[in-house]
């Protein structure tokens, strides 16, 4: 399963919550509505606070804090976005596509970068592990901690 970033597949996710929250017999506007549309157009994960922090900087009125969680809570619920958590303080989320695509991250302990691992042939490793166990894989998520090319000695850096 590869992540899809292309931006029909941004959009779609955003299509996907917007019926997905009218299903609910939710509003659409407001803050929930203005945390889709960034998400919609990330590549990986932000805490509540970078959200928060990316609304304030564009132009028109700009949700609160309780509001940004509030709105990550109810998309939470309704899966349509995952909750990440990388280790560090704060929580992460970002889009969970509808069919299942997803990536998974390597954060630097040292400067707090956050990168995105793609690879199909990890995918069906674990896939394959769980056959062997006849166990039936309904979500993982895998974090690597360690440091990034700039941050790791010399010569650990690939």
């Known amino acids: 399963m590869r992540c899809v970033t292309t931006a029909r597949a ?15 017999g939710l509003r659409s506007g407001g803050a929930r509505q203005a945390v889709v549309d960034l998400l919609a157009r990330q590549d990986c994960c932000l805490s509540a ?27 939470t619920d309704l899966h349509l976005v995952h909750k990440v958590d990388l280790g560090d303080a704060a929580a992460k989320f970002e889009p969970a596509h509808p069919g299942g695509d997803h990536h998974h991250h390597a954060v630097c302990r040292e400067c707090g970068a956050v990168m995105r691992i793609e690879d199909d042939d990890l995918e069906q490793a674990l896939h394959a592990g769980a056959d062997r166990i006849a166990f039936h894989v309904e979500g993982h998520d895998i974090t690597l901690h360690g440091r990034c090319r700039a941050c790791a000695p010399a010569g650990h850096g690939g």
């Open 10 to 24: 941004r959009a779609d996710w955003a299509r996907h919550c917007d019926a997905a929250m009218r299903d609910a």
């Open 49 to 75: 606070q970078e959200i928060r922090d990316a609304l304030a900087a564009q132009p028109g009125p700009t949700p609160g804090m309780a509001s940004v969680y509030r709105a990550l809570d109810t998309l």
